[in-house]
């Protein structure tokens, strides 16, 4: 089992929808989560940070923590092609290891 | 604020050679970690370091070693390069420790070996 699972996409939303992107974790004692976007030939930057289990809101970005089902996502609405990215899911386990996801292909077309 | 600076962004090496990455934090963070990224294997994570101190190291060979000077600048070294150690090197840095895991990444030193 992988320590950070993603569906590799790709996923493809209309503009304006609500794209929907799911992540999950092996290691119960991690404590924090991330996630970044990084665009075709870039590097990634971080877009939403969670620390505590429910929602957390910013802007159109919503991610969503439950510790219990290790399982974090994010919602990204009014979706823009702007968007179109990979979104990568990472854990902070114990003394720093940082763990990432394979990422998420998204496509939101026009 | 300049972001994190890493140099040489591209590098042609052959077989057996090395090859050290050079990394510059943004200004006031202390924490250094460098991953490799390959389409294959996505992000890794290779090492971080924090007041010249390795404080975690991901599951790699020997042959990947780095450092960290009192600037908080750090290096990374690959000797007796392989064919698959080809990849886009990154360097992130952190408001360690407090912010551990928000990661500013730099633009990557892209590396093919020969």
């Known amino acids: 089992q992988k320590e950070v699972e993603q569906n590799s996409g790709p996923l493809s939303v209309p503009e304006g929808a609500i794209a929907s992107l799911n992540c999950t974790y092996s290691d119960r004692v991690s404590q924090s989560f991330f996630w970044y976007r990084q665009y075709s030939g870039k590097s990634p930057e971080l877009i939403m940070s969670?620390?505590?289990?429910g929602d957390k809101e910013d802007g159109r970005f919503t991610a969503q923590l439950n510790k219990a089902s290790q399982y974090v996502s994010l919602l990204i609405r009014d979706s823009q092609p702007s968007d179109s990215a990979t979104y990568l899911c990472?854990?902070?386990?114990?003394?720093?290891?940082?763990?990432f996801g394979a990422g998420t292909r998204l496509t939101v077309k026009p | 604020k300049a972001g994190v600076t890493q140099t040489p962004r591209y590098l042609i090496k052959t077989r057996g050679q090395q090859v050290t990455l050079s990394c510059s934090p943004i200004s006031g963070h202390r924490s250094v970690s460098w991953y490799q990224q390959t389409p294959g294997q996505g992000l890794q994570f290779l090492f971080e370091y924090f007041s010249e101190t390795q404080r975690n190291k991901g599951n790699f060979p020997g042959r990947f070693s780095g450092r960290q000077f009192s600037n908080s600048r750090s290096e990374m070294n690959v000797s007796t390069l392989e064919l698959g150690d080809s990849a886009l090197y990154l360097c992130?840095?952190?408001?360690?420790?407090?912010?551990?895991?928000?990661?500013?990444f730099g633009e990557g030193s892209r590396l093919t070996v020969l």
């Open positions: 969670i620390y505590s289990n």
């Open positions: 990472a854990v902070n386990r114990e003394n720093n290891d940082m763990r």
């Open positions: 992130a840095s952190s408001l360690a420790p407090g912010r551990a895991g928000e990661l500013f």
